[in-house]
């Protein structure tokens, strides 16, 4: 029992010492309520030193009672009151622009309060941090803006979309933060505002009992990887038994047909003898028989001489 115990937590540890800020949960705990870290991400991403932030929450739920409600992963707002929402996306198909799209309008219809005018209502950024380059171009940014087609310039509504490719990870400042969302180890960070809260959440015992969710996310998917490789195994022995089923039906199937065309050969052979004879009491030549009856003409004189026995 002890050594079981032993090895879940040396494991649970190496789950820990593995965990990186491009793991949503982990980035979740990283910026919970830690204003530095989250100004270092506004700021790098927004080109902005003067971003001052007031306050960070993670796992925003918006509640949306006319439609679809969301989750923001971190929500951050600063000092003139503008609203970041920034989230963390290893899947492709989790950053469409249509989910930016629609994230930048539930933070309008949240923060404009009635009684408000719309000139009240606060500048907004979503931000996408990508594992991949989802836009395609291979730029480490993408600033996100509505614009008049016919003369090009900004339509300056206050809302703001943009996309980080997190693969552009070079010796920029925005390269540097990239490079931060990957490190496993506080030591090597290049931003110390991350440092502090990594060290605690890796290497403290109450970090890792604040990290509870992310262990049992990881237990949890461990039994899901567990009861899918049972299903894939049993899958392999129904398909194998299904495969052993269908080798005997067919088998079956030959034999029964083998045995029905036998069959079915010796009535017509029967059926010609019969037919030879008749034509043979009646007189009929030995050439005539074999015409009609299909016969050979070795077969035919064998039943005539039976017949004159």
Known sequence: MQTTEVGQNSEIKQVIGSLCMMNNRFMNFMLDDNKKAAQVFLRVILGDDKIKVRNVRIQSFIQNIYGHSSQLDIL????KGRYFNVEVQRSDEGAPARRARFYSSILDTHFLQPGKLYEELPDTYVIFITENDVLHDNLPLYNIRRRID???KC??????IIYVNSQRRDNTALGKLMQDLYCTEPKNLHYYEFAERMEFLKYSKEGEEKMTDVIEEYAARKAEAAAKAVEEKMTDVIEEYAARKAEA???EAEKA???AEEKAAKEVQANRIELAKGLLSDGMSIEFTVRHSKLSEAEVRELASKLTA
């Open 76 to 79: 951050a707002q600063d000092s």
């Open 150 to 152: 016919e003369n090009a």
């Open 155 to 160: 339509f300056e509504d206050g809302s703001h």
């Open 249 to 251: 039906v067919a088998k």
């Open 257 to 259: 047909v083998k045995e």
